[in-house]
Every structure is written in structure tokens, then in C-alpha cells.
């Protein structure tokens, strides 16, 4: 098949759905498809086609704190990008998504979309928290009418995100497909324990829906604080008050953002790995760092999908509940035995997230989206 990414920014941005797409290209190639990418990156490769970024009023400005961009679409090189191609898949219901749909239906080519943009992103980003709640619901609504509406067959990676959309009334035919585990993060450490230093770690966008503050003042509570080190991986927005809070609690925090290679050597020296995220449409931070078997405490909300990774209680807590997460803390510190017990079930648990798997069931997608397109063609 050759198939064609509709994604605003891709390769030099980093966030999530970048992320998601970059390995999900490499992996169908590796089945022996073609992969063609319109976005606003400016790669060399072949079958990278090119759009000027868009600048939205306002907007731009707060999007871009979140390594959020938008692409301006271009008939043209859409029409050169979509020459031959079998299918077309969009990434994010923006103005590219749109125009590469009315593209497509008039050159004959099927279009799929996956739904990557958790609009309770958008209302914590928006610092409405939880009173965002209508607003989150009219962004459901709208995306329906503007973009998936359009299309039949949707990606989801995960149960949670497809059951707001069934709750939001879409009529698509979901398929529930995570992001998918790389081979790399499948690894079997030996977490020697340090009487001096127990090692934390924390991997997401720093910003408010991902609650790092819960996991700092959690920290800062813990009759074992002095020998806790805490890294929290990644970067946004809130980089400067987390900062200044970890500085204030007097806590020992690295703020770092790490290559592939350096994340994978963090998640075998720490002992714990906390999700505190309150929104969250799959997390697949947390499963990488989960497939070596590091032990997960994640974060209860009614808007993460998070939690269905967890195999027991231990794992969990409520969200913004920092006296329930010092405690699960202290019980693992205190019971390592247990949390080396869990690391090989974790370790098991998480295999059935392997990318080889998660590929397959995307390419399976494509396929039927493509044979629904020829039985609909053939019966007019």
C-alpha cells in the first residue's frame, strides 16, 4: 500500500502524536509499505511533501508552548503527495486534516483519521480544570461536524478515548489500537537498591493536565524526602513554577529531556515510575517505562486512560491526592520485595502492547478501510 500521513508537524517538533507517527511509519515500511508525510518539516527524504506553516492568531502562541504547530494546506502539493496513492490518514483535526478529505473525495481515494487530541487537553491547557467540562463537550460536538463526520474508520489507542466518542455520539467503527511498545524498551534490569538514593521517575509534557505538582508536594511529604531523587523527563510550559516549586519544597529534581537512548538507561537505574497525569488519551511514556518492568503508581481520573495498564491496587491512587501517593510511595520503599514480585508480572503484562502487534492491527485498518472504499465503488 502506499499510504499517505496528514500530520502538522512532524520530525523536528516533539510531542506525542509526532512521536507516534515517526514510529508507526518506520514499522509499516519495515511491512513493505510506502509512507508519504505532508507536514511543515523540511526533510530531504523522499516522500516528504512540504506546507508552509499556518499562523493562527492567538492560538499560534499558546499551541506552540505545547510543540503544537499547524500546516497551511496547499492544493498542489496535497494533489502531488496523493498521486497513486491507496489511502490517506489524518493525525489531527486541523485545517491540512480537512482540505486533505475534499481532496480526497475528489481524486477517489479513502480516508481514514485517528483521534489523537484529547479536547480535556485543551480545557486543563486553557486553566479551566475540571469546570472545563462543557467547554470539553462542545469540542467533541465540533470535531464530529468538522472532521469526523467525514470519515468511517477511526483510530483509537486506547478503550477510554473510544468510549468518549461512543459517549459523544460518534457513529465511526473504531479501532482500538495502542501506540505500541519498541522492542528497546522491553529490557530486564537489575534495580539495585541505594541506601542513599531511591530514584524516581516521571515522563511527560510539563503542563497542567499532567499534574507533576502532585508527585513534587506527594515528595515533599515522605519521611524518606532527603533520599528520594526525582527526574521528571520532558518539557513545556509549566518547566519554570515546577521549577520554583521543587526549589521551594526543597527537593532533589532533575528536569531533563531525554533521546530515545538516554530515557531507556533512566527507566533501568530508577525504582518507581509515577503517572500523575489527570488527562491522559493513552500514555505510552508510561507503558515504555512499565515494559522493563519498572513498577507504575498512576494516577484514578475520569479523563486518563492511564489506568488500565495497572495489574493491582498498589499501582493506583486518586488523582491530585498527593497524601495517598506519599503513602504508595512509602509502601514500596518499604516493601521492596513486593515491588521486585511485580516487575517480572509488569514485565509479562506489558507484552501484549508490543508496536509489532499494535502495527499489524493499524495495517489491517487501512486494508478495510480500502476494501469498504472498492465495495462502495463497485455497487454505484
Known amino acids: 500500500m502506499t499510504i499517505v500521513y496528514i500530520i502538522d508537524s512532524y520530525g523536528r517538533f516533539s510531542n506525542g ?31 516528504f511533501y512540504q506546507l508552509e506553516e499556518r499562523n493562527v492568531p492567538i492560538v499560534s502562541y499558546f499551541a506552540k508552548k505545547q510543540h503544537m504547530h499547524f500546516a497551511k494546506p496547499d492544493r498542489e502539493i496535497l494533489t502531488e503527495a496523493f498521486k497513486d496513492a491507496d489511502i490517506i490518514h489524518l493525525f489531527l483535526p486541523f485545517k491540512s486534516s480537512l482540505k486533505a478529505i475534499k481532496l480526497g473525495k475528489e481524486l477517489n481515494i479513502p480516508v481514514t483519521a485517528a483521534f489523537h487530541m484529547q479536547p480535556e487537553h485543551i480545557t486543563y491547557n486553557m486553566g479551566l480544570g475540571r469546570f472545563g467540562t462543557p467547554i470539553a463537550w462542545l469540542i467533541y460536538k465540533y470535531l464530529k461536524f468538522k472532521l469526523y463526520n467525514k470519515v468511517t474508520r477511526v483510530h483509537c489507542p486506547s478503550e477510554f478515548i473510544k468510549n468518549k466518542l461512543v459517549k459523544n455520539n460518534y457513529k465511526n467503527t473504531f479501532h482500538v489500537i495502542s501506540n505500541g511498545i519498541q522492542d528497546e524498551f522491553f529490557t530486564e534490569p537489575i534495580r539495585e537498591l541505594n541506601p542513599e538514593q531511591y530514584n524516581i521517575l516521571s515522563i511527560g509534557r ?11 508536594k506527594a ?60 488527562a491522559e ?10 515494559a522493563s518492568g519498572l513498577v507504575p503508581i498512576i494516577a484514578v481520573s475520569k479523563n486518563s486512560a492511564t489506568k488500565q495498564f495497572t495489574i493491582t491496587p498498589e499501582s493506583l491512587y486518586k488523582v491530585r491526592d ?8 512509602e509502601y514500596f520503599i518499604e516493601n521492596p520485595k513486593r515491588r521486585v514480585e511485580l516487575e517480572e508480572e509488569y514485565r509479562k503484562y506489558m507484552k501484549r502492547y508490543h508496536i ?13 478501510a480500502i476494501n469498504d472504499h472498492k465495495i462502495k465503488e463497485n455497487s454505484k
Open 356 to 368: 509489532d502487534y499494535s502495527m499489524k492491527m493499524l495495517e489491517k485498518m487501512f486494508k478495510e
Open 281 to 290: 488519551i493513552e500514555g505510552i511514556s508510561a507503558l515504555e517505562a512499565i
Open 206 to 216: 510539563y503542563s497542567k493536565e499532567k499534574r507533576q505538582e502532585t508527585l513534587l
Open 17 to 47: 502524536t509526532t512521536v507516534t507517527a515517526k514510529r508507526s511509519k518506520e514499522y509499516l515500511e519495515k511491512l513493505g509499505h510506502t509512507i508519504r508525510v505532508v507536514s511543515i518539516d523540511d526533510s530531504k527524504e523522499q516522500g
Open 322 to 329: 498527593h497524601n495517598e501517593l506519599k503513602d504508595k510511595i
Open 219 to 278: 515528595v515533599s511529604k515522605s519521611k524518606y524526602k532527603d533520599k528520594i531523587k526525582i527526574t521528571l523527563a520532558g518539557r513545556g510550559p509549566k518547566e519554570k513554577s515546577l521549577k520554583k516549586l521543587a526549589k521551594r519544597l526543597k527537593l532533589n529534581v532533575d528536569f531533563v529531556f531525554l533521546s530515545r537512548e538516554d530515557l531507556i538507561e533512566k527507566i533501568k537505574e530508577s525504582h518507581l515510575y509515577i503517572h500523575p497525569a489527570e
